[in-house]
C-alpha cells in the first residue's frame, strides 16, 4: 500500500510537473507574442509620429508658400483686415490636401493674373507704337502742308 500511494504521489508529481511544463511554455509563447507585438506597434507608432511630423513641415511649407503667393508681407498690405482675412484663411486649412488645392487655385489665378498683365502690357505696346506713328504722320503732314504753303 505504501508503495501503491508512493506510486501515485510519483505520478501527480510527474503529472504536474508536465503541466508546469506545459504552461511555461504557454506563458514563454505568450510572452513572445506579446514582444512581437509590442515591438510591431511601437514601429508603427514611430511610423505615424514621422508621418505627422512630415505632414506638419509639408503643411508649413505649403503655408508658406501660399503667403509667398498671395504677397502676405505686413509691410505690404495697406489694410490690415485684407491681411487678418487671408491669414485666417490660411489657418482654417488642415490638411495637406486642402493647402495644395489652395495651392493650386492660388497658381492657376497667379497665373491668369500674370497672363493678363501680359496681354495688357502688349496692349500698351500697341498702343504706343500706334500713337507714335500717328503723331509721326501728323508731323510729316503738318511739315508737308507748311512747305506748300510757303
Known amino acids: 500500500m505504501t508503495q501503491e ?3 501515485q504521489w510519483l505520478a501527480e508529481i510527474k503529472a504536474l510537473k508536465q503541466q508546469i511544463a506545459e504552461l511555461q511554455a504557454e506563458h ?8 512581437k507585438w509590442r515591438k510591431l506597434y511601437n514601429i508603427e507608432a514611430e511610423q ?3 508621418d505627422a511630423q512630415m505632414a506638419q513641415q509639408t503643411i508649413a511649407s505649403l503655408k508658406a508658400q501660399i503667403q509667398q503667393i498671395q504677397g502676405i508681407e505686413e509691410a505690404r498690405l495697406d489694410d490690415p483686415t485684407v491681411a487678418t482675412a487671408i491669414e485666417q484663411e490660411v489657418e ?6 486642402e493647402l495644395q488645392a489652395k495651392l493650386i487655385t492660388v497658381t492657376k489665378e497667379r497665373d491668369r493674373l500674370l497672363q493678363a498683365l501680359k496681354t495688357e502690357q502688349e496692349n500698351h505696346t500697341q498702343t504706343r507704337k500706334s500713337l507714335t ?3 509721326g504722320d501728323a508731323i510729316d503732314g503738318l511739315t508737308k502742308e507748311k512747305r506748300v504753303k510757303e
Not at 514563454?28 to 514582444?35: F, K, L, N, Y
Open 5 to 7: 500511494l508512493t506510486s
Open 133 to 135: 506713328t500717328a503723331l
Open 48 to 50: 505615424r509620429r514621422t
Open 28 to 35: 514563454d509563447a505568450g510572452w513572445q507574442s506579446a514582444e
Open 92 to 97: 482654417q486649412l488642415k490638411s495637406v490636401e
